[in-house]
């Protein structure tokens, strides 16, 4: 019996090797790892037609669960993951998660480029808050609501009845219903905090945003590209700010350039 746990212990163990093996081998052949993290009042599932397209192209992709309490703790959650990944990663941010990837990066030598859907590129010092107020046109104020928590903090949502217009205008009515049921609340303080790196000054970015964005207002995205010099900018005509659902091919579309990118 003792030998038999023992022929089955060593059996799962060459099993994990060889499989960790086969995709270190795989990474190191060519592709990165691509890794999607999600922003405010979304989840990782606003991915599924990115990963989709990524999947079918032949790369490994992560759409990591970003916990959306604080900055800080969000990138330390991320950059551990990153951490695990061996080979080259592309990081992907969506809205507030563009503040993630851009703090989690620091000190990575093997993520090769950043990608921004329509997200924060912040400088040091600026917050998600301080941008947004940046330049006119963005409504999210006018449509939040919050529940204080136990710890004296507070979470915000959209409220469900606005979610749409919104957020996710160029989506279909029941498509946005779902994601206004499951939205993800982010706290003010992760909001409020203030990045403390700009690693896009030294990696390749590249962003792509929606001209009709009113989480973002389209002016401060093109603003943060252009002062970050992103190897390109894609504005899409009418794109609302949940872009990786509406138009997942053009999204998957540029990571695949920044992916491939010498």
Known sequence: MR???RALSLAAAMALSGAASAHAAETAGGKPTIVLVHGAFADASGWNGVVGKLS???YTVI???NPLRGLSSDAASLSALVDSIPGPVVLVG???GG?????????KAHVSALVYVAAFLPEVGESALTLS???PGGT???TLTSVRLPDGGEDFYIQPAKFHAQ???DTPPATAALMAATQRPVTKAALAEPATVATWKQLPSYVVYGTADRNIPAQTERFMAERAKARKIVAVEGGSHALMVSHPDKVAALIEEAASAR
Do not use: C, M, P, Q
């Not at 503040?99 to 000190?107: C, P, R």
């Open 3 to 5: 030998k038999s746990i």
């Open 140 to 142: 999210l104020g006018e």
């Open 167 to 169: 957020f996710a205008a």
């Open 133 to 135: 107020a940046k330049f």
């Open 63 to 65: 759409a990591a669960a």
């Open 94 to 96: 969506h809205s507030y």
């Open 56 to 58: 079918r192209d032949g």
């Open 99 to 107: 503040e993630v990837i851009t703090e989690a990066a620091a000190g």
